[in-house]
């Protein structure tokens, strides 16, 4: 039977449930063990997500649908329904800025409804179903001009596919985009767009049909939106066969040109086999995505195996401190083992994104704090790192130093009002309103608290209310303060309050980075005032109890700032240092430090003290220190060291104001200072 999403009359509140078992009948009535709680039962009061969600409301989507109309986005749909004019924009998956802003839109408008927004939504929905084609084919760049299709595209549907035409990929974005519009207003105008346009793929793609592995993944992680809605079983099988797909067709597998060997698009071989992050960063975050959601919903044990080995690699081995992924620019791809350069990391915002979708899966599958940790890392630093302050310029890399000379061969050293290619900016649009739903999660008698954002959630425990109440000035201070209000007296709940890796020792889940050395300062836990036992459970302070109403909850984390070391088979950070103060991970800019950033010499015996400075950008914690600075003279023949401040501020709000030299790695000794004259 179909499950769809309940409106009530009134249309005043709509009740999203993002993960909802099905009847399945081929397979067995499953779906991920941890549910999350949607983000419209959230609802933030946070000094740190608030005023970014409404930035993103008021700025960013604004900003993007004006940017989509005056860069052709939109026209291309116009053009599309007539078969007059030419394509005028430049990609083939333009037609995803669109989707992407839609779908940031719904998320929005499902927490403050706006009738001047809704109307324009649907004056945009009106104008993409008069571009699809009678049976459902839905693609700009060759509707346009079926007889001089875009060079990607290929003389006939599909038949670039699996290279570089994109079509999979817009159909994907659609499907997300129009299940976010179907389940925030619950209208179905752009469902049934979509939904037409899925039943084009379950008649062309299949066993016995057409057989592709998608050039670029996200069909597959929007099959499934549309199953969840729908409970059409067809659309869950075809997001398998896709996935299934990749390592079937033959390449050059002795070339060591991604391109050629398939490696680019995960498809050097089957899935089960790969063990691997490799490629094309975002395409594989999207396949990943794919395989969980698809193992979650089929049991396919090969499909968790795969992707664990993967995680393990990614972490392990290809993540920058900052949670970034993606260092080689030359294909916006994972390197090899420990490739992680500085001057040229490429760190494609859309992968953070990404790592987020695939992290928080995990978690659901595992009920793991470590795929947490990482999605916070990621999350509070080389993520949001990718917009600025304003809300309408961006980085579509993130970069990890910035020389004087701006020499770095890939690395952005300001910031853009948009981009030819585009992704970035509206990933960035859909993203940001549903941090909400990444909060809370539950699973029977037992509540998830993942990330500590001010707000009142209000969750369903075995079929019985509870709200919680989060109050904290995170990332900024380590207390936290959770009230919890059961609808039922005596409320039995296990409450599971993530401990943060970071406030237990550890850098991140893996051996690639660590502290320099061990805190002693512990994690305190209070209920009412006193101190608690609790067990420990996958990273996890589990308090199990009969709870009652305002029964008080404090956690203490431990604030230090620490200093973080890489893996010595990292070469770029041998010899260095990162800082780190909770969550956030900082860098030291030019405007800060005497025009320079690349000179600064961190010596062991440095103390650092936090500083939080309310009028600086957007109001953050800085770090102050005493440390050496490099210098060389006009004739570039001296070299001397001088007692200097360090002035360190939040990865994440560097390139708000001009350009400069910024660097997240610190030498230690002089010889490890990359000396560059002014």
Not at 298 to 308: E, K, Q, V
């Amino acid at each position: 039977m179909p499950v769809l999403i309940g409106v009530n009359s009134g249309m005043k509140k709509i009740s999203i449930l993002l993960f909802v078992c099905f009847s399945l009948g081929a397979y067995a009535q499953q779906d991920y063990p941890i549910k999350p709680v949607p983000f419209t039962s959230v609802k933030l009061s946070d000094q740190f997500w608030t005023p970014r969600i409404e930035t993103n409301r008021t700025v960013t989507i604004p900003a993007s649908f004006a940017r989509c109309e005056s860069t052709g986005r939109v026209k291309n749909f116009v053009l599309a329904a007539t078969h007059t004019g030419k394509f005028c924009s430049v990609y083939p998956f333009d037609d995803t800025d669109i989707y992407k802003t839609i779908e940031g839109a719904s998320y929005s408008l499902a927490e403050h409804p706006d009738p001047k927004l809704s109307a324009y939504l649907d004056s945009l929905i009106a104008i993409i179903g008069k571009a699809q084609e009678p049976d459902g084919y839905l693609y700009t760049a060759r509707t346009i001009d079926p007889l001089h299709p875009h060079e990607w595209s290929g003389a006939e549907r599909w038949v670039n596919e699996q290279k570089s035409s994109h079509e999979l990929y817009n159909c994907g974005h659609l499907y997300e985009a129009a299940a976010a519009h179907y389940m925030a207003t619950g209208k179905r105008n752009f469902l049934n767009i979509a939904l037409k346009n899925a039943d084009l793929l379950v008649r062309t793609f299949g066993p016995d049909k057409k057989h592709v592995a998608p050039g670029h993944e996200i069909v597959e992680m929007g099959l499934v939106r549309l199953y969840r809605i729908t409970g059409k079983k067809d659309y869950l099988n075809l997001a398998k066969f896709f996935i299934d797909q990749r390592g079937i067709k033959q390449y050059d597998a002795k070339s060591k040109n991604e391109w050629e060997n398939g490696m680019y698009f995960q498809d050097n071989k089957p899935v089960i086999q790969q063990d691997e992050a490799e490629g094309h960063a975002v395409r594989a975050m999207y396949l990943y995505s794919g395989m969980a959601d698809v193992a979650a919903l089929t049991g396919d044990t090969a499909y968790l195996a795969a992707i664990d080995k993967i995680w393990n690699n990614m972490v392990g081995k290809k993540m920058y401190v900052q949670g970034s992924i993606g260092a080689v620019g030359d294909g916006e791809r994972f390197g090899d083992n420990y490739e992680l350069p500085n001057a040229t990391a490429y760190n494609e915002t859309c992968a953070a994104i990404g790592s987020v979708f695939w992290n928080q899966r995990m978690f659901l599958l595992h009920g793991d704090s470590k795929y947490i940790d990482v999605m916070e890392k990621t999350l509070y630093n080389g993520l949001i790192s990718g917009v600025g302050l304003d809300g309408k310029s961006f980085f579509y890399t993130n970069a990890m130093q910035i020389k004087n000379n701006f020499s770095g061969a890939d690395t952005e050293p300001e910031r853009s009002g948009w981009f030819t290619c585009s992704c970035c900016p509206t990933n960035v649009v859909r993203l940001i309103p549903s941090i909400p739903g990444y909060i809370y999660a539950e699973k029977g008698n037992a509540v998830y608290v993942n990330l500590f954002i001010s707000g009142t959630g209000n969750l369903m425990v075995n079929n019985k209310a509870v709200t919680i109440t989060q109050q904290n000035n995170y990332p900024w201070d380590g207390g936290l303060n959770f009230t919890i209000d059961p609808s039922e007296k005596k409320f039995d709940m296990d409450l599971n309050v993530r401990i943060p890796g970071w406030a237990q020792n550890d850098a991140i889940p893996s051996d690639l980075y660590s502290y320099d050395k061990k805190s002693a300062q512990q994690v305190e836990i209070k209920i009412n005032g006193l101190p608690v036992n609790y067990q420990m459970q996958k990273g996890y302070a589990v308090i199990s109890r009969k709870w009652k109403k305002n029964d008080k909850v404090e956690v203490l984390l431990p604030m230090e700032v620490r200093r973080v070391v890489a893996n010595t088979k990292i070469q770029d950070d041998n010899g260095k240092v990162a800082l780190q103060r909770g969550p956030i991970m900082y860098c030291a800019e030019w405007k800060d430090n005497n025009g320079q950033a690349s000179n600064i010499l961190v010596p062991k015996d440095a103390v650092f003290k936090p500083v939080y400075e309310a009028g600086l950008l957007n109001g953050v914690m800085v770090l102050k220190a005493d440390v050496k600075s490099v210098n060389i003279d006009a004739t570039g023949q001296n070299i001397s060291t001088q007692t200097a401040t360090l002035t360190a501020i939040p990865y994440y709000s560097w390139a708000n104001r001009g350009k400069g030299e910024m660097t997240v790695w610190f030498p230690e000794q002089v010889k490890y200072v990359d000396l560059l004259t002014k």
